[in-house]
């Protein structure tokens, strides 16, 4: 019997399933984030040898399938394709951008939008046609507006300016500070520019954001308010350039709107329900993987 390997790779998660060609899930593995410009080729590897040496194929592995932010570069996709031949010469191997494994773990039939909100965010889209189309995804330098990232860093900042009497009052600061357990600002300020893999910290601070929101921080339930509209507004740039002409499903995915619940009642107040189904999902984005994987085994 042949068996399949999906995958998805995150920046602060790597989830591995092995399913049999019925697509049942047989066993799944967590491992540590897997991203080649946070982590770099050689961890990527060792995370990947080990997640997926631990699911234990009772047999060989035909397909495996792997969706991993980049992968729609097509010198990161070759590197990928690299690592996972190294580790197993034997299977197909099939490598996509993890927004794709995403929206089809959530809209099995392959058409829709799905809207990842983790350590950064994007929009990506599939027309009935199979045309597809992005927006956003663009690293938190220059883009990833409304991910997790975004919310904790803002967060910070308005902190930093209402503790220097150049912003509204809110409570982010010292929410912050606390959470960090550090006793002045300078202790957090070195925290911020000087830890290790930055950006995954503060992206945890995404969870304060809401918890200042729901204690009734104005400050705070604006910032969701406005990562609500960047993560709508890039769905939307999808919708255009897709151009559905029927109602279709839109997939919430990613651990911001795992931190801040509140991000998908804001997010539905954004778009027309009577063109759009508003679905969070609640299964493993790896899920889309594995049905990618499993065509391989049949290509049309």
């Known amino acids: 019997m042949p068996y399949v390997v999906g995958i998805d790779a995150g920046a602060t998660k790597t ?27 050689a961890s990527v590897e060792s995370t990947l040898r080990t997640v997926i040496g631990d699911l234990d194929s009772p047999d060989s592995v ?25 580790i197993d010469t034997s299977p197909t191997v099939h490598v996509v ?61 308005v902190g930093l300016r209402a503790l220097d009497g150049r912003g509204p009052e809110s409570t982010l600061y010292d929410r912050i500070q606390a ?47 406005q990562a609500a509209h960047h993560l709508a507004s890039a769905a939307a740039s999808v919708d255009r350039q897709l151009g559905f002409d029927s109602r279709y499903r839109l997939v919430l995915a990613g651990g911001a709107f795992e931190a801040c619940p509140s991000l998908i009642e804001r997010y539905s107040s954004e778009i027309d ?7 969070r999902l609640a299964g493993e984005p790896a899920l889309g993987a594995v049905l990618l994987a499993l065509q391989q085994l049949s290509p049309e």
């Open 179 to 225: 959470h960090l357990g550090l006793k002045d600002s300078a202790a957090v300020v070195s925290w911020f520019y000087h830890q290790e893999r930055a950006r995954i910290r503060v992206a945890r601070l995404a969870a304060i954001v809401e918890e200042a929101s729901v204690d009734g921080d104005q400050t705070a339930t604006r910032l969701l308010d």
């Open 273 to 279: 329900p009577e063109r759009i189904e508003v679905y």
């Open 62 to 86: 035909s397909a495996i399938c792997i969706g991993i932010a980049g992968a729609d570069r097509p010198g990161e996709a070759t590197t990928v394709r690299g690592i996972l031949e190294r």
């Open 97 to 157: 951008n993890d927004a794709h494994v995403a929206l089809l773990a959530g809209a099995p039939s392959g058409s829709g939008i799905v809207v990842v909100a983790g350590t950064g965010s994007i929009a990506y889209g599939v027309a009935n046609s199979g045309q597809r189309a992005r927006s956003g995804g663009w690293g938190y330098l220059l883009g990833d507006e409304g991910s997790a990232f975004w919310l904790g860093h803002a967060a910070l900042r």
């Open 15 to 41: 989830v591995a399933l092995l399913a049999n060609e019925n697509g049942e899930i047989l066993s799944s593995v967590r491992g540590p984030g897997a991203n080649l410009v946070l982590h770099g080729e």
